[in-house]
């Protein structure tokens, strides 16, 4: 599994942090798509798309990779931040922050400009998420990828399970937008089929769905940085359970790659 904050040249012998086990499955299959594009089209360097992307944390990583890279973000104090992120790490000729939304993607990006884009906690956010989709997809060229991450509502079910606020766990199973309360932070979540529903009506063919943090949330801080060993076996442990369908019901977040048909 690899890091996207660390993407050149992790340490074989550096523990995994607590950013990497929430995102390295999402990382892995990103450059995984990344990389057969490169091979489709014979291209050395993408063209990608991040909405949403805030300070880069999967923008400067895919730029280490050789991309350029385009982050759409409607937070001036986020797209500050990605401009010097990206020069710190040397990639800021292949990182370019423009403010804006999804929504209103085309006012500010060209439509079917991108090999690949990227659509990280964006539609828990939206007015309508279907919209979202369809936007983004629009970005893309023929045959590009698209990667899809959202909120997952049987995550937060099992959380507020967990920690013992039951009502609110049966409040957000009946709820059409998976919120537990009025306090809820997210907007909005999405099930597995909910995610494959809006990527297959945009004109996306899915290819993968993976359950994202299913255990990481849950296992107690203090075993992960006390134990040793315990950061490498959840990390495994996670990359093994993301693919399961079955796990699919309890992730705290939800990853979707589609590929925009020819």
Not at 140 to 166: E, K, M, Q
Not at 210 to 237: I, M, Q
Request: hydrophobic letters at 45%; proline letters at 5%; glycine letters at 12%.
């Amino acid at each position: 599994m690899s890091d996207p904050s660390a993407v050149s040249g992790r340490e074989a012998t550096s523990r995994p942090s607590r950013a990497s086990l929430r995102t390295a499955v999402v990382w892995d299959v990103l450059k995984d798509a990344l990389d057969r594009r490169v091979k489709a089209t014979g291209k050395d360097s993408l063209d990608v798309l991040d909405t949403g992307g805030g300070s880069g944390n999967f923008a400067v990583p895919v730029a280490r990779l050789g991309h350029r890279v385009t982050v759409v973000d409607p937070s001036p104090n986020a797209l500050f931040a990605l401009e010097r992120r990206a020069a710190e790490a040397g990639v800021a000729d292949r990182v370019q922050g423009v403010q804006g939304d999804i929504r209103g993607l085309f006012d500010v990006v060209a439509p079917e400009g991108y090999d690949s884009v990227l659509c990280h906690g964006v539609l828990e956010y939206v007015d309508d998420p279907a919209e979202g989709v369809r936007n983004a997809t629009a970005a893309l060229r023929s045959g590009g990828s698209l990667s899809l991450l959202a909120a997952g509502l049987g995550g937060a079910v099992l959380a507020r399970a967990l920690a013992g606020h039951f009502t609110e766990a049966r409040h957000a199973l009946g709820d059409p937008a998976g919120r537990w309360g009025e306090g809820d932070p997210v907007p909005r979540r999405f099930t597995a089929e909910q995610l494959t529903e809006l990527a297959t009506g945009a004109g996306l063919d899915v290819g993968a769905v993976h359950g994202v943090r299913v255990f990481a949330d849950l296992v107690p801080g203090v075993l992960v940085d006390t134990e040793p060993g315990a950061a490498e076996a959840l990390l495994r442990l996670e990359a093994a359970a993301a693919e399961l369908p079955s796990f699919h019901a309890i992730a705290t977040q939800l990853h979707l790659l589609g590929e925009k048909r020819a």
